[in-house]
């Protein structure tokens, strides 16, 4: 008999019954897991990696490369000074490093990603508490605070062909080129822009479309975005609320705010509102974990970007309306709370 | 009313494993040399022992009896001599009471067990009457006396019964043999309730990953007008039985009711059966069908064991263990079933499954930081914020955790299967749980 139970005497049945496991149901658990959905990110973001590096050449690979060696530096380093279990095993930071360089130009030098980095991890992240506790996401921080510090190196966009030393993206035409005063600009990075941007020519839609405009090194391949999205909301990683209420609420406020419809395509197709719809708005930790709150999040962010294009001081938009509306997640869920099964109101 | 592909908003797909023993036919189990049946198997006052050490008793005699109402007497399950009453450990956690039993092999029946008769001859009273004298409870898992469950008070006015058929447990497939094997029991035991609650609507629902045993009720219900049969989408935790009643009815249950607040009475397959072998045969509950199964035993079976027979007998009819050393043992399904400390507890009335998982299964996955994915949310079949839950729990604000309605949560398990950070949403919600009623009784 091999039955261990049957012939066992009693000392080995007592040895037996301290090796059982004793725990909480459920006694399964599903496959997922943090690296995976981490891990199906970086894969949703490789078409625009090679995108980027195809339309502005290898810089575009040297930032994105630096940025991710910098965001996993200094998440090791700052976790091990905070002794804390380091954690980039969990791919979280790779994502952060690969976010922060699609927001730079392909012009950018190469200490620029390294400051975004430690901004976005040390200071968004980690004070924070890390993943899952930051409340603005991290890359758009950095973006932010790039922009505010260095706005020449973030806006001076280089073209996609290798002629093109400076060029306008497709909504600085749309804001500074095409009217014909020029509105005088407060900021350097407008200023920049609108000196680009006068009498440059919008790019054809197809071309906006597979990316090869002038624009921040990830933000301009439409294509190459969404196929990265499909897969992403085909895994079931990110829901498709966010970035359906984001992009939808932008183009309905710009029609609102009287954006001639044959610009409107130009407005969805560029200034990074694919990229941060959803690679950024839909970032876990500062994103509502409501179902109702998330659509709440993506019209807010895209009545904010529509407003802030169209009577702001930049062209863009994105990454200021979705930092402002990370701010509000805990409002936002707080109103939108589901309702409990069979709840008596 | 629609009957097909029926289900609820929330719930999680989970691998069903049922492929290890959904073929294989009930067999009997061999006979136990010695049972212990505990005194307190079911929800309710527990019984008094009515023989002592050194009787003699027969199957089916009544061992142990209360004067309560909501409780449920218990039958010797062997004949044989009373050995002695002791405390013991028992599959879902404290030690009771225990008769234990030496069999003397011979199964001799106790006189008392006859049939009663007609199901027209019988009134609604005599009927809850059989059911309560047969010790039978909720065999699903919550042990709640039948007889009480079938015994609404006069204001709530039950339409319809519900036989839950979903066994959305992964790996049991007791009550879906129980279907495809003896479809006109079942029939006739929801026959029954459906007479001594006083109702002319029942239907039982069924996952649509048990085509035979929707097909086998079809068959066996074809001349009931009174009964039909729904389908259910393949869903954990579809047979819940307030999800089952959404399900079907449409009707949500309101937040802290019962079944009987939206006019329904939910009974499960085994139970169903046990009710109409007390009617038909006479018979009390003393033994039920188990799904002894997991990659960690030999041979998986789904076996009729007496109750009272220990978890250790059982297994080694199904071969023992396979090889290496099993890594977890548990009563019932792997999404709410108990582990096990030991293999020496018996079989009680609410043992659905024996469920043997490796060494490697049964390793806990690292915990990580709650990501905010939302996943939990999206799949809690009561609409319920398992992360804030589970927070506020493991900080000690049970105030807040209640506000969110901690108390609703069913203990599915669905929140804790699908959360990529593997953090403990249900054990920490339980915890939260017990704290809030301990305070609530403080209070009082
Ligand atoms: S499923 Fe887990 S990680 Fe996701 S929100 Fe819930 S608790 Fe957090
Ligand atoms: S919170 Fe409770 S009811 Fe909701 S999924 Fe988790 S265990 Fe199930």
Redesign the interface.
């Given at each position: 008999?091999?039955?261990?139970?049957?012939s066992a005497p009693k000392a080995k049945?007592v040895a037996?019954?301290n090796?059982?496991?004793?725990?909480?149901?459920?006694?399964?658990?599903?496959n997922?897991?943090?690296q995976?959905?981490m891990l199906d990110v970086i894969i949703a973001l490789v078409p625009a990696i090679i995108g980027s590096v195809y339309f502005f050449g290898i810089n575009a690979l040297k930032l994105i490369l630096i940025s991710i060696a910098s965001s996993m530096f200094f998440e090791a380093i700052i976790q091990k000074a905070f002794k804390k279990p380091v954690t980039i095993d969990?791919f979280s930071a790779i994502i952060t490093g690969i976010l922060i360089a699609f927001n730079l130009p392909a012009s950018a030098p190469w200490w620029l990603p390294i400051m975004g980095s430690a901004f976005a991890i040390i200071v968004v992240k980690q004070f924070f508490g890390?993943?899952?506790?930051n409340f603005m996401n991290p890359a758009l921080a950095a973006r932010a605070m790039l922009l505010t510090s260095w706005p020449a190196h973030m806006s001076t966009f280089t073209g996609t062909r290798p002629d093109v030393v400076s060029a306008a993206t497709p909504l600085a035409i749309m804001k500074f080129g095409m009217s014909a005063d020029g509105t005088a600009s407060a900021t350097v990075e407008s200023a920049t822009s609108a000196t680009q941007a006068a009498g440059a020519e919008l790019p054809t839609l197809w071309n906006l479309f597979i990316g090869n405009n002038p624009g921040a090194i990830g933000e301009t391949s439409i294509l190459l975005l969404l196929i990265g999205a499909a897969y992403l909301i085909i895994r079931q990683v990110i829901?498709w609320k966010i970035p359906v209420a984001y992009i939808g609420s932008t183009f309905v406020m710009l029609m609102i705010l009287g954006v001639e419809s044959q610009f409107l395509p130009y407005h969805i197709m560029s200034g990074g509102l694919i990229l941060g719809a959803f690679y950024m708005a839909t970032d876990?930790?500062t994103s509502?974990?409501?179902?109702k709150g998330?659509i709440i999040f993506g019209i807010g962010a895209g009545i904010l970007t529509a407003i802030i294009r169209v009577n702001g001081g930049y062209p863009e938009g994105v990454s200021y309306s979705i930092l402002l509306m990370n701010i509000t997640v805990p409002l936002i869920e707080k109103f939108t709370?589901?309702?409990?099964?069979?709840?008596?109101k | 009313m629609k009957l097909r592909d029926l289900t609820f908003k929330g719930g999680v797909a989970v691998s069903d494993n049922k492929g290890l023993t959904n073929h294989l036919s009930i067999e009997s189990a061999e006979e136990p040399s010695i049972v212990m049946i505990p005194l307190h198997q079911h929800t309710g006052a527990p019984c008094e022992p009515v023989v002592k050490a050194g009787d003699e008793v027969k199957v089916g005699q009544v061992i142990g009896q209360s004067q309560a109402f909501v409780s449920a007497p218990v039958h010797s399950s062997v004949s044989g001599t009373v050995k002695e009453i002791a405390s013991m450990a028992i599959p879902t956690g404290p030690t009771v009471d225990c008769v234990v039993i030496e069999s003397d092999g011979k199964n001799t029946m106790d006189k008392s067990i006859r049939p009663n008769g007609k199901l027209e001859d019988l009134s609604p009273e005599e009927l809850i009457q059989i059911i309560k004298e047969a010790g039978i409870t909720g065999m699903g898992g919550a042990g709640f006396p039948a007889h009480v469950k079938f015994s609404p008070p006069a204001e709530k006015k039950i339409d319809t019964i519900l036989i839950d058929g979903a066994e959305c447990e992964p790996y049991l497939t007791a009550d879906h043999r129980l279907m495809v094997e003896e479809p006109e029991k079942i029939i006739y035991g929801l026959k029954v309730i459906m007479k001594a609650v006083g109702v002319d609507r029942g239907i039982i629902g069924i996952e649509t990953n048990k085509p035979d045993a929707i097909k086998a009720l079809k068959e066996a219900s074809k001349d009931e007008e009174n009964i039909s049969i729904a389908t259910l989408k393949v869903k954990y935790p579809q047979g819940d039985e307030k999800r089952l009643i959404d399900a079907i009815l449409g009707r949500q249950v309101p937040s802290g009711g019962l079944p009987m607040d939206v006019g329904a009475v939910v009974s499960n397959i085994s139970t169903t059966r046990a009710i109409a072998e007390a009617v038909m045969e006479g018979k009390p509950l003393y033994e039920r069908v188990v799904t002894v199964t997991g990659r960690g035993i030999k041979n998986p079976k789904n076996l009729v064991v007496k109750i009272g027979t220990p978890f250790k007998d059982v297994i080694q009819q199904c071969g023992g263990f396979n090889e290496g050393a099993p890594g977890k043992i548990v009563m019932g399904g792997p999404m709410m079933g108990i582990s096990q400390y030991s293999i020496d507890v018996p079989v009680i009335k609410g043992t659905g499954g024996i469920l043997v998982m490796t060494e490697e299964e049964a390793k806990p996955e690292p915990m990580h930081p709650c990501i905010r994915c939302g996943k939990c949310i999206e799949v809690c079949p009561v609409h319920l914020q398992p992360l804030y839950l589970s927070s506020y729990s493991l900080k000690g604000d049970f105030d807040r955790a209640e506000a969110l309605h901690a108390l609703d949560c069913v203990e599915c398990g669905a929140c804790s299967f699908q959360c990529p950070s593997k953090r403990p949403l249900v054990e920490s919600i339980r915890l939260a749980k017990r704290e809030i009623i301990a305070n609530r009784k403080k209070t009082n």
């Open positions: 008999m091999d039955s261990k139970v049957a049945e037996l019954e090796m059982l496991l004793v725990s909480s149901s459920p006694h399964i658990r599903s997922e897991s943090v995976r959905i969990d890390g993943l899952g506790s829901d876990y930790a509502p974990v409501t179902s998330r709370a589901p309702k409990v099964f069979g709840e008596v | -």
